[in-house]
């Protein structure tokens, strides 16, 4: 057996047929051993298409049709047995349905070469819909489970000889019902994660809009403060315009808002940490300070917080939000904020 991998299940005996009463256990026997040698021989020297096979669905299925004596029978793993639905009372004594359902010794060069093409090629179109072959597979799983299909371009008889030894089919069985739920889960769970990542930003962002909001107040108050004091010290003696001026002193050395830019930048990058790179990228055009007005306008800040965290008026700040926006081709109904929340 494989030492790959990809694990290749033993086959189970679920059929076989007499037409004269032979008893056919000991060649079934030998079969088997034959089996198992072929096997391992044919996936040592197939291994980089029993790989490219394997990517496309979790389930390897050997399928062995023995083609050594007249009555044919069919070896598969029990994965197979059980969703396919061959089961043994169906198919003793040589069911119609059977031998409908299975790859002919007339048919097995035929079949060999065209399905040779589909897996070395690995083409994507299906062959004609009137091809005999094509409509003889396609029976084999959509008779017992309409749900099933039969990828034939992902099918290969990897051993093809024109004695009478045994002949190794190696196909891919693919769920569809299966695989859609699969990868609906994944996609809900994909944007399940997304929002979540969305909301967490978003909450971050707020938490830091509240912060240089409270920023900007006290600012505002110091500075209210420090004009209060100025204003009174001008018609103060000499003593109280020294206190005043040690108090405007330490009021200066302690503004809150000396690093304000550099504390958001910092806290920013930590929660959006490529956003003004993809700015900077796609749109190299922006000015430093617009890829500012940006950052700021992105935490949900107005016109006149940010003119006051930057510095500079309000007519400044909505002078270079014009600006942005005309380099982003924004429309005039189209939100700036919104925009920017989406990058």
């Given at each position: 057996?494989?030492?790959?991998?990809?694990?290749?299940?033993?086959?189970?005996?679920?059929?076989?047929?007499?037409?004269?009463?032979?008893?056919?256990?000991?060649?079934?026997?030998?079969?088997?051993?034959?089996?198992?040698?072929?096997?391992?021989?044919?996936?040592?020297?197939?291994?980089?298409?029993?790989?490219?096979?394997?990517?496309?669905?979790?389930?390897?299925?050997?399928?062995?049709?023995?083609?050594?004596?007249?009555?044919?029978?069919?070896?598969?793993?029990?994965?197979?047995?059980?969703?396919?639905?061959?089961?043994?009372?169906?198919?003793?004594?040589?069911?119609?349905?059977?031998?409908?359902?299975?790859?002919?010794?007339?048919?097995?060069?035929?079949?060999?070469?065209?399905?040779?093409?589909?897996?070395?090629?690995?083409?994507?179109?299906?062959?004609?819909?009137?091809?005999?072959?094509?409509?003889?597979?396609?029976?084999?799983?959509?008779?017992?489970?309409?749900?099933?299909?039969?990828?034939?371009?992902?099918?290969?008889?990897?051993?093809?000889?024109?004695?009478?030894?045994?002949?190794?089919?190696?196909?891919?069985?693919?769920?569809?019902?299966?695989?859609?739920?699969?990868?609906?889960?994944?996609?809900?769970?994909?944007?399940?994660?997304?929002?979540?990542?969305?909301?967490?930003?978003?909450?971050q962002n707020e938490k830091l809009q509240t912060q240089l909001l409270v920023s900007?107040?006290?600012?505002?108050?110091?500075?209210?403060?420090?004009?209060?004091?100025?204003?009174?010290?001008?018609?103060?003696?000499?003593?109280?315009?020294?206190?005043?001026?040690?108090?405007?002193?330490?009021?200066?050395?302690?503004?809150?808002?000396?690093?304000?830019?550099?504390?958001?930048?910092?806290?920013?990058?930590?929660?959006?940490?490529?956003?003004?790179?993809?700015?900077?990228?796609?749109?190299?055009?922006?000015?430093?300070?617009?890829?500012?007005?940006?950052?700021?306008?992105?935490?949900?800040?107005?016109?006149?917080?940010?003119?006051?965290?930057?510095?500079?008026?309000?007519?400044?700040?909505?002078?270079?939000?014009?600006?942005?926006?005309?380099?982003?081709?924004?429309?005039?109904?189209?939100?700036?904020?919104?925009?920017?929340?989406?990058?």
């Amino acid at each position: 057996m494989s030492k790959h991998k990809y694990k290749l299940q033993e086959p189970a005996i679920i059929a076989t047929t007499s037409t004269n009463g032979t008893n056919y256990s000991e060649l079934v026997k030998q079969e088997i051993d034959a089996f198992h040698v072929a096997q391992g021989q044919l996936v040592t020297k197939y291994q980089n298409i029993i790989e490219k096979l394997y990517e496309f669905a979790p389930v390897i299925v050997i399928i062995h049709d023995c083609l050594s004596i007249s009555a044919p029978y069919i070896y598969v793993n029990k994965f197979a047995e059980i969703e396919l639905g061959y089961k043994p009372n169906i198919l003793i004594n040589g069911g119609n349905e059977f031998f409908d359902s299975i790859i002919h010794n007339e048919d097995i060069d035929e079949a060999s070469i065209k399905q040779s093409e589909f897996i070395y090629n690995l083409q994507e179109e299906k062959p004609d819909k009137g091809d005999k072959l094509y409509l003889e597979h396609s029976f084999r799983l959509k008779h017992y489970k309409g749900y099933y299909l039969w990828f034939n371009r992902r099918t290969s008889l990897l051993s093809r000889k024109t004695d009478n030894s045994p002949h190794l089919l190696l196909s891919i069985l693919n769920n569809i019902n299966d695989s859609v739920k699969l990868q609906q889960e994944k996609q809900k769970r994909m944007a399940l994660e997304i929002s979540m990542l969305k909301q967490k930003v978003k909450m971050q962002n707020e938490k830091l809009q509240t912060q240089l909001l409270v920023s900007i107040e006290f600012t505002k108050f110091v500075e209210g403060i420090s004009k209060f004091i100025t204003n009174i010290s001008k018609n103060e003696g000499q003593k109280e315009k020294e206190l005043s001026r040690n108090i405007l002193n330490y009021l200066s050395k302690n503004k809150p808002d000396t690093n304000v830019w550099e504390e958001f930048t910092q806290r920013f990058h930590e929660i959006n940490p490529n956003f003004v790179t993809f700015l900077s990228s796609n749109f190299p055009n922006l000015t430093p300070t617009e890829i500012k007005v940006c950052s700021l306008t992105k935490t949900g800040l107005n016109s006149k917080d940010i003119a006051t965290i930057l510095r500079v008026s309000v007519r400044s700040i909505e002078n270079h939000k014009y600006n942005i926006r005309k380099k982003f081709g924004l429309d005039s109904y189209q939100n700036l904020y919104n925009y920017l929340n989406v990058l």
